[in-house]
Every structure is written in structure tokens, then in C-alpha cells.
């Protein structure tokens, strides 16, 4: 069985067919993209799959385990984890606190046990803290443990948010377009690091636009039009496959 | 090192507290500890909604009614004569186990009323799950439709106090007994107990603060604050947003409604202007004042501006002073009035109004 398995998914937004009857898996270990043009339902696609909205029929199966209809933060705790593609950090709050989050479903400490300051929460807490330095120091953000997230550079709130999905050590990745707004050198670092990701065992899954990105890194590759899957191959049979490229540059 | 700075100002508030009563007592003003007192049990309330406000992100413009609910629970448990159902079943078996208690009435009578404990357990209890069953679905709203859901709660709890007899109606409950705490600890307006009653006051403020500040520096407080920052992302991460948020709704009713037992004993009564909607605007500014996410501006905030309200300085005015407190923080002062910079407000006053350039180019 796949780790994750999408069968026949459907989702409408009134007249719009957002999600036309897609169905792929993803395997274990692996890194797979969804690519389309813009409008093609690859973000309705992620929604769906993290809980962010329900759908209309067709099955979600993670681990083998059905997953749509859970909410939210009943997948992540199943080993989902996501980011977004116009960041969505906690304002308020320190890029380390940010970070100490993804630790939330790692942890247990409740509001009994907070309110009472019960001393099994002290080394929790210390494991939490230490854990999050550890992930923003391998995003290479741990220079801004202590400010507040919205005093960063935009770059910095990409690696920040990166450090707060793994933190929840998660079994599949969920990135939407982890190369939106980033130049070149920083799309190869974020090349470089999906890679370092896949290799400690974590699968991933990948919204992008970024094409010389996704033919870099991934191992296979579902494309989108309109809402539904148009292909499914490896990277180079992508690049010459004609509906493919009909679809991105047009018909003539 | 993070728990002795967390908890160094609640040992200077500890000074504070004892400075002040040993100042009243030798310049003979002790009257002043009464409003003292009261002021500390208001700002229970103003800091259990300042938590469920300025980390949960949740508005509460209801939160007079869980105050009502504790205190008019109280006050009629231990009011009400029970001698007449003295035959009935339950009322006999209450007896029995020790929940209720015989006493001489102001005028000779025999009174069997429930025990106070009893009461005030009965009454935070009902607040918690009253809080507990609206929570559930109106904390689904957000913003302005959250703010008048929870201000439709606080007026049906002021109508059923004013218009039920059992609550006393427009007059309110009155010779509310005193609460023994422990043998020799009393919660009454008795004026002996002055002293008493302010430790007492005080005391539950400390507890309070230490809890809550415990709370916001735990694994929950900064969930809690996640919510507020980025609900959608909070979800993402595993955090039961709606959970949280409920909790946090039905713990800060429960410290309004504790609040409310312990005035309710120590005026030895309540009216419905308690349960008034003027009264949660005036804790939902007291917050606002106090800079929201911030439990000890709430704290002094509250002390100072109820104290002021109770010595009758805003005279007949007194809600509207709130009022415009409101109005005037979130014009000037949306971050609080401790956390204000005066010379800043007034060059920004003054100048011409630039583009924001450089932040917005993120997207």
C-alpha cells in the first residue's frame, strides 16, 4: 500500500470543478509534485488533503486509513504536516515560540498541568525548546530564536515556517509552493533541503511553479488542468509529454 | 531563571498588598480596604477575560452574566428558607449529608439554607457548565457576530434576574450570610472583618495571578496564543482550535463566577445591575486599558479603575467614563495605556500620513 492514496477526488466550488476525479498515491520515501498551469486546483488539491475543506466524494487514505472528513488537526496529528503558500505563521509570537508549535502534538502538557506549573512539564517544556532550536539551527534561522515573526525577512519566515512543519516530525510533507517569492539562490537552497528532508525519511508532497525546481528534485510528477489529472510520469517524460505541454504553452 | 522573573512581581504585589493595608491602618483609613477589597474581586473577572481576550483572541461582552450566575446562585442557596420542604425527600436527604444549615432568622425565625460551600461549588459549577453548553456553538463566530452572541447571553441573564421572583427581581437578594471559608475565616462585610476580608480578597487575586500566569507560559498558553495569531495554521499543527478555545471560555466564566460568590457574601447581597451589560463593557474596556494580551496591566487597570468607580470619583457618570475609555484606547492606545509612548502618539498625530512601503511587497 501507499502512504498516501487519493481516489477519485471531487470537489465543486458552485459551477467551478475545482477537483475533477483525481486519484494518484504517493509512496513512501518518495518526493512527488503537482505542477499545473494557475486556476488548475493544485492548492484545492492540498486543502483537501489537510482537512482545510471537505470533499464532495472520493477517498483519502493515509497510512491506510481513510482521512477525508477528519478535521485539521486530527491529520496532523495522523503525521501530516503542511506549509503555505503565503506563509501562515503566529503573528505575536517569536520565531522559536513559532517553531515550539509544531512540537504541540509531540507533547501533552494540558491546562491543569499548566495552570499548576506541575514539575513533569518543566523538562517538557525544556525538550520542546530544545528540540525547536534544533530545527530552526538546521534551517539556518536560529539567529532569530528571539524576534518577532513579523519583524523577519521574508526568506527567514519561509525557513522559520519549513523548521514549524518539521518539528512535528511528520511522516508526509505537504509544501505549497516552498519557492514562491524566493530568487534563484534561495529556490536551489530549498532544492538542496527537500532533498536533506527526503533522505531523514520523510515524504513529501509538492505544489510548485517553479519548473526547473520540480524537475530537479522530484521522482514523479502529477499534472493538473482545469481540475483534472492530465499525466503522471517521471520528470524527463513529463517535459515530452504533449498534453503537457499543449496545456502550458498552448495549442500551435 | 523564567520562573523567578515570572513570579518576582507577584511577591511585589504580596508588598504592595500588606504595604498598603499597614499605611490605612495607621493613617486611620482603613474605610478605603473595603473598596479595596471589592476591586480585587473585580479584577478576577477583568483577568480571566483579559486571558481568554488577549491570548484566545475571544471576545466576551457576557461576562457580567457568569459574574451574575455565581453570585445570585450564592446568594439565594444561602438565602432562601428551606424549612417549609423539610418533609420532602431530597430536601431532607441534603440535610443529611451535612449540605445545608439551621440558623436563627434576623427576626427570631428558624432558617435552613445551603451550606455555603455547597453553594458556591453549585454555583461555579453552574457557571462552568452553562459556559460550557453556549461556548460550543457561538464560539464557531468570530469578531463583531461573537461580541453580540455573547451580548444577547449577558441580557437574558439580567432579564431572568430582574424578572424572577426567586432571584428577587429588581431588588436583588439581600442578608446574604457570610462564607465561612475555614473555622475563623469569614467572608462577610461584618466590619470587624475588614482586615480579614481584604487578605482574603487579595489572597484569591494572587492565586488567581499565579495561575493564569502559569497558564499563558505552558504548552496551552502558547497554543492559545497560536489561535490568535493564525487560526487555520493552529489547526494545521494539531492544535484542537475549538477545544481550546472553549476551555479557555468556560475557565475564565468560572473566575467571573467565583468572583461573583465571593462579592455577593462580602456585600451580603447583589442586584441586577451586577448582571448589567454596562458592567461587561466596563470589564471588556478594563482589559482594553490594561493592553489585552497582558495580565498584570489588566490587573492594575482594574484595581485602579474600579477602586476609583467604587469611591464614586465618576460620579453619576461612571459608565460613560468607561465608555469613553473605550473609545479613546482604540483610537490612541490599542496596545494598551501602559505600553503607550506619549512623545511618539503625538509626532504621529501630527504628521502627514506616508505609504507603508517595503512590508507589503511579501506576496
Redesign the interface.
Known amino acids: 500500500m501507499a502512504l498516501l492514496e487519493i481516489q477519485n477526488l471531487n470537489r465543486r466550488f458552485g459551477g467551478l470543478h475545482a477537483v475533477n476525479n483525481v486519484s494518484f498515491n504517493v509512496e513512501q520515501g518518495m518526493i512527488k509534485a503537482v505542477i499545473g498551469p494557475n486556476g488548475a486546483g493544485k492548492t484545492t488539491l492540498f486543502n483537501l488533503i489537510?482537512g482545510?475543506l471537505p470533499a464532495n466524494s472520493g477517498k483519502i487514505y493515509f497510512n491506510n486509513e481513510q482521512i477525508n472528513g477528519c478535521?485539521?488537526?486530527q491529520i496532523?496529528?495522523q503525521g501530516i504536516?503542511?506549509t503555505?503558500q503565503?506563509i501562515?505563521?503566529?503573528?505575536?509570537?517569536t520565531a522559536l515560540?513559532?517553531v515550539?508549535?509544531?512540537r504541540?502534538?509531540r507533547?501533552?502538557?494540558?491546562?491543569m498541568?499548566?495552570?499548576?506549573?506541575l514539575p513533569w512539564?518543566w523538562s517538557?517544556?525544556k525538550k520542546?525548546k530544545e528540540k525547536s532550536m534544533e530545527y530552526l539551527d538546521l534551517l539556518g534561522v536560529a539567529e532569530c530564536a528571539d524576534t518577532e515573526i513579523s519583524n523577519i525577512s521574508?526568506g527567514q519566515q519561509r525557513g522559520v515556517e519549513f523548521a514549524?512543519a518539521l518539528a512535528?516530525e511528520p511522516t508526509l510533507l505537504l509544501l505549497d509552493e516552498p519557492a514562491a517569492?524566493l530568487n534563484i539562490y534561495e529556490t536551489a537552497a530549498i532544492g538542496r533541503l527537500i532533498m536533506k528532508i527526503r533522505q531523514s525519511g520523510i515524504t513529501v508532497l509538492l505544489v510548485e511553479h517553479d519548473m526547473s525546481l520540480v524537475m530537479d528534485i522530484s521522482d514523479e510528477i502529477v499534472v493538473l488542468s482545469f481540475g483534472e489529472k492530465i499525466a503522471e510520469d517521471l520528470p524527463h517524460n513529463i517535459q515530452q509529454n504533449e498534453e503537457v505541454i499543449r496545456v502550458y504553452l498552448g495549442d500551435d | 531563571m523564567d520562573l523567578l522573573k515570572r513570579y518576582v512581581p507577584v511577591l511585589f504585589l504580596l508588598a504592595v498588598v500588606v504595604t498598603i493595608q499597614l499605611v490605612t491602618h495607621f493613617t486611620e483609613t482603613t474605610y478605603y480596604l473595603t473598596q479595596l477589597t471589592m476591586s480585587a474581586y473585580y479584577s478576577i473577572v477583568v483577568i480571566g477575560l483579559c486571558v481568554l481576550m488577549g491570548y484566545g483572541g475571544q471576545i466576551s461582552l457576557g461576562h457580567a452574566g457568569f459574574f451574575a450566575i455565581g453570585g445570585y446562585l450564592a446568594g439565594a442557596l444561602t438565602t432562601h428558607n428551606l424549612m417549609t420542604l423539610k418533609n420532602y425527600g431530597f430536601v431532607s436527604l441534603l440535610d443529611k449529608v451535612g449540605l445545608l444549615v439551621d440558623s436563627k432568622g434576623l427576626y427570631g425565625g428558624d432558617l435552613l439554607t445551603v451550606e455555603p460551600w455547597a453553594a458556591c461549588i453549585i454555583a461555579v459549577l453552574t457557571a462552568g457548565v452553562i459556559a460550557f453548553a453556549i461556548g460550543g456553538p457561538i464560539l464557531k463566530l468570530k469578531g463583531h457576530y461573537l461580541a453580540m452572541a455573547t451580548l444577547g447571553f449577558g441580557i437574558i441573564i439580567y432579564r431572568i434576574g430582574l424578572a424572577s421572583a426567586y432571584f428577587g427581581e429588581a431588588d436583588g437578594i439581600s442578608e446574604v450570610p457570610g462564607f465561612i471559608l475555614l473555622p475563623g475565616i469569614e467572608v462577610s462585610g461584618s466590619f470587624g472583618a475588614r482586615v480579614l476580608n481584604y487578605y482574603i480578597a487579595w489572597g484569591m487575586v494572587i492565586i488567581a495571578v499565579i495561575l493564569l500566569l502559569n497558564l499563558i507560559h505552558s504548552r496551552v498558553g502558547r497554543a492559545l496564543r497560536s489561535i490568535h495569531g493564525a487560526e487555520e495554521a493552529a489547526n494545521a499543527m494539531g492544535v484542537n482550535t475549538a477545544r481550546y478555545k472553549l476551555y479557555i471560555f468556560v475557565l475564565s466564566a468560572v473566575f467571573a463566577a467565583l468572583a461573583g460568590v465571593f462579592v455577593t457574601h462580602y456585600n451580603g447581597g447583589i442586584g441586577p445591575s451586577e448582571a448589567g451589560v454596562m458592567k461587561s463593557v466596563r470589564y471588556v474596556a478594563i482589559v482594553a486599558v490594561g493592553g489585552m494580551a497582558n495580565i498584570w496591566g489588566a490587573l492594575i487597570m482594574g484595581i485602579l479603575l474600579n477602586f476609583l468607580s467604587l469611591r464614586g470619583v465618576f460620579g453619576s457618570y461612571d459608565d460613560a467614563v468607561f465608555g469613553m475609555i473605550l473609545i479613546v484606547i482604540m483610537l490612541f492606545a490599542p496596545q494598551g495605556i501602559l505600553r503607550i509612548n506619549p512623545w511618539q502618539q503625538v509626532k504621529s498625530f501630527f504628521s502627514v500620513p506616508t505609504p507603508k512601503s517595503g512590508k507589503d511587497v511579501t506576496d
Open positions: 489537510a482545510n478535521k485539521p488537526f496532523a496529528k504536516s503542511r503555505y503565503n501562515k505563521l503566529f503573528h505575536g509570537m515560540e513559532n515550539m508549535l509544531g504541540h502534538i507533547s501533552k502538557a494540558g491546562f498541568a499548566g495552570m499548576l506549573n512539564t517538557e517544556e520542546i521574508f514549524r512535528s517569492g
